[in-house]
């Protein structure tokens, strides 16, 4: 189909022909320019230099940003930008700070908790509790987001953090813990789900992958931080309530960061506050130069209005109101109507199955059981610092990551799980392995349970290599890829698909924490990790069959490849096309 962008140059500008340098754009089937107002999808905003944009101003008035564009012409993503995503990234280092320090905790509380030690039935439920709230918590917030919006979703997940974080560094029985991890637990739900969103909402879509990798960044710096914390105050008596306690302060922080933090202009125009959605944007587009970012700005005000009352007639919020339905009834009737599209319109379907699919294998190939329970492994096993052992996969976590951040615009997402699963199923392989030479009396999740491995430290090193190999794979690929789930909706059914997947990421987590330790003593160390191994084989399968690659698109474009089928071979041709042009021209 032909590029319907020389066609509107000319009706814009008045021109019989566009210049030399926007036919040349033009003409390259492969760029998926959609920088006009009628066609863009989303107020996702690119900076470009002058080489991308024609010089006259007026033909601008007739085109926002675009979203899919070589990347060698673009900008970085401005300091207003920047300054959004680490503002709401704290979330995430709270995210991580409360799933990393329970490792250190467990291994730490002793009796301090109702007079006795820890059974495994109580390590179990006060790990497992936080992501059952978080379950719970993320379909909530998915209807919150859109109603109260994103900046007070995050306002609320403060409170309880650092309400939950304080309960439990108070609390002198086990049935207290388990409530403090539940309020934690709620906390981490919202601002696991809202937190991305709010990123992508605001951010290029040439950088999205990469700035809502940001809040990852922060997941496993968090980690990082838990686990330090927990060496720190591991020899201290009664050192693990300095631990949990001081979950309270990042909390804080972000509360009082949260005042100055906007709330992104699609929510805005949405909550009938156009104008100060205008100075937001305004805000973005200040990187702008060689053109006047007002018609930017007006332009994607147009667009988002014009989408948002396209969403109410597509909801048939009229008739809801005629029906007498007003207030928190027709908003649940809108909540309503979007799970029904959501389940029964096919692309929205496959969306909402590709996010889950994802969402799902996060937490099926066991990698929480490490966040949840690395300190108990390695005690197991015989390491003499288990807390400062445990610190490894959370350092392994962190710096692959940041390779994950540098990667995954670059790479694709498709591509960079296609690559990076495998060498988990190798680290896994070689963990089931090495156990099945390690012998293990006890009960596993006990304090009396030891490694008896014949004097050998051999078996215990070749676990921790292969829990690194894994811990690397992972958090390349599945650690991140599934949290960009909020491009693969439109945005009818944005907030409650991305809810949904959330939920399904939470629900799975509460799975695996409720049954790893059982599953090591039942089902042996070696058939748990080989189990966990097969569910990563699984899912490599599944990625393969049925999701697109959707690095560099815009939220339009992925919508319309999900519309007839799973897009995948046109995706990925469209992937190749874009790489052989970027080697071509030295990008």
Not at 229 to 242: A, K, P, Q, V
Not at 326 to 352: E, I, P, S
Not at 542 to 565: C, F, K
């Amino acid at each position: 189909m032909p590029s319907p962008l020389p066609a509107a140059i000319q009706s814009v500008s008045g021109c019989s022909s566009p210049d030399r340098e926007t036919a040349a754009l033009a003409s390259s089937a492969d760029i998926e320019l959609h920088s006009m107002v009628d066609t863009a999808a989303e107020p996702l905003i690119t900076d470009r230099d002058e080489r991308a944009f024609p010089r006259d101003h007026d033909a601008l008035r007739g085109y926002e940003e675009d979203d899919v564009v070589d990347e060698s012409g673009l900008l970085a993503p401005g300091k207003f930008i920047w300054t959004l995503t680490v503002c709401a990234g704290v979330s995430g280092l709270l995210f991580g700070y409360d799933t990393g320090v329970i490792s250190s905790t467990l291994v730490s509380i002793g009796s301090d908790l109702s007079a006795r030690p820890l059974t495994t039935l109580d390590k179990s439920l006060v790990t497992s509790c936080t992501s059952f709230f978080a379950l719970v918590a993320s379909p909530f917030t998915g209807v919150l987001a859109d109603q109260l919006g994103r900046k007070k979703v995050i306002l609320g997940a403060d409170i309880l953090f650092i309400l939950g974080a304080l309960w439990q560094a108070w609390t002198t029985t086990v049935w207290g813990m388990i409530a403090g991890r539940s309020i934690v637990g709620a906390a981490v739900g919202s601002a696991s789900f809202v937190v991305p969103l709010y990123i992508s909402e605001l951010s290029p879509s040439p950088f999205r992958g990469r700035l809502v990798v940001v809040a990852s960044l922060f997941i496993t710096g968090g980690q990082v931080v838990a686990y330090i914390i927990g060496w720190l105050f591991s020899s201290m008596e009664h050192g693990w309530r300095w631990m949990v306690g001081l979950g309270a302060l990042p909390a804080a922080i972000q509360f009082l960061m949260l005042w100055f933090m906007p709330e992104t202009p699609r929510w805005l125009v949405k909550a009938g506050l156009k104008e100060e959605a205008r100075r937001v944007l305004g805000k973005v587009y200040e990187r702008s130069e060689g053109f006047d970012g007002r018609h930017l700005v007006g332009a994607v005000l147009r667009r988002v209005e014009r989408e948002i009352t396209e969403e109410e007639d597509a909801m048939g919020e009229r008739e809801v109101v005629r029906a007498g339905k007003h207030g928190w009834r027709a908003k649940m009737d809108r909540v309503h109507h979007d799970f029904l599209q959501l389940v029964t319109v096919g692309g929205h379907r496959r969306a909402l199955v590709i996010a889950c699919m994802l969402q799902g294998a996060q937490q099926l190939c066991g990698f929480n059981s490490l966040m949840y329970f690395s300190a108990t492994i390695f005690s197991l096993v015989g390491f003499r610092s288990p807390t400062l052992t445990s610190l490894s996969i959370a350092l392994t976590n962190f710096a692959f990551t940041l390779v994950a951040f540098h990667y995954i615009d670059r790479i694709g997402r498709r591509r960079i799980l296609l690559w990076s699963v495998p060498i988990m199923v190798i680290g896994l392989a070689l963990c089931a392995v090495a156990f099945n030479f390690l012998h293990l009396p006890g009960q596993v999740g006990s304090e009396q349970a030891h490694s008896t491995a014949s004097n050998s430290k051999v078996w215990p090193l070749v676990i921790l290599v292969a829990m690194v190999t894994y811990v690397a794979g992972y958090a390349i690929g599945m650690g991140n890829v599934p949290w960009q789930q909020s491009e693969l909706f439109p945005l009818s059914v944005r907030s409650l698909g991305s809810a949904l997947a959330t939920a399904t990421n939470w629900g799975s987590n509460t799975l695996v924490g409720l049954t790893f330790l059982p599953m090591m003593e039942f089902f042996t160390p070696e058939g748990t990790f080989a189990l966990y191994m097969l569910v990563c084989v699984v899912a490599w399968f599944a990625i393969y069959r049925i999701y697109p690659e959707t690095a560099g698109l815009s939220l339009e474009d992925v919508g319309s490849l999900l519309r007839d089928g799973w897009g995948v071979k046109g995706s990925v041709g469209r992937a190749r096309a874009r790489a052989r042009r970027r080697t071509e021209t030295g990008g």
